[in-house]
């Protein structure tokens, strides 16, 4: 296992690139499509970190840290409502006041969200767990997350009409945790 992370910093690394998404979100203008391309990437990265704790994190949290059933219930709340903000805005179209209402809003809830993961819950996981109990369970997030590609559709526009008229059915919140909950049982 050597060179390997653990948990913790498995589940740091996303928030570190979540927050680099969202920094090259805000260097857009607010009416450049592109914008909506790196909010699809900004989903697929939280839905895969989401799957990832409420598979492997919360369960072992709950068993093992004191009032852990409690933080992970709340982690499972938050997921719940960003999910449904990402769903909105998957629905919303890149330049509108909607759009923006939204885009903004997720960042602040997701920003807010690791904060509390940071000064909470990853302290209360590394004392409750030893080093290399961390180490398998980070080596079981990375596994579940290289599941699903980290674009939503590598080939294809990531503009809407095009992207909704070629690919229709469920939004990308529900096929990456489709594809993660699948698999992440294997590990």
């Known amino acids: 296992m050597a060179g390997e992370t653990d948990a913790i910093r498995e589940l740091s690394d996303d928030h570190r690139h979540v927050e680099d998404i969202f920094r090259q979100i805000e260097a857009l203008p607010e009416a450049d499509h592109i914008c909506k391309i790196y909010t699809d ?6 839905v895969r970190h989401f799957v990832s704790e409420e598979e492997f994190v919360y369960p072992v949290l709950s068993d093992r840290v004191e009032d852990g059933a409690g933080l992970a ?3 499972m709340e938050d997921h719940g409502r960003l ?3 990402m769903r909105d805005l998957e629905d919303a179209e890149a330049g509108t006041v909607t759009f923006a209402r939204l885009v903004d809003e997720l960042l602040r809830e997701v920003r807010r969200q690791t904060r509390e993961e ?3 819950l990853f302290p209360r996981l590394k004392d409750a767990l030893p080093p290399p109990a961390l180490t398998d369970l980070g080596s079981r997030i990375r596994r579940v997350k290289s599941i699903v590609p980290t674009r939503p559709y590598p080939a294809a526009p990531g503009v809407p009409p095009t992207n909704k008229l070629l690919f229709p059915g469920p939004g990308l919140v529900d096929r990456v945790r489709a ?4 698999w992440s049982h294997a590990f």
């Open 83 to 85: 999910e449904q903000l």
């Open 41 to 46: 990437r900004a989903t697929i990265e939280l």
């Open 179 to 182: 594809v993660l909950s699948g």
């Open 73 to 75: 219930k709340k982690g």
């Open 118 to 120: 940071q000064e909470l």
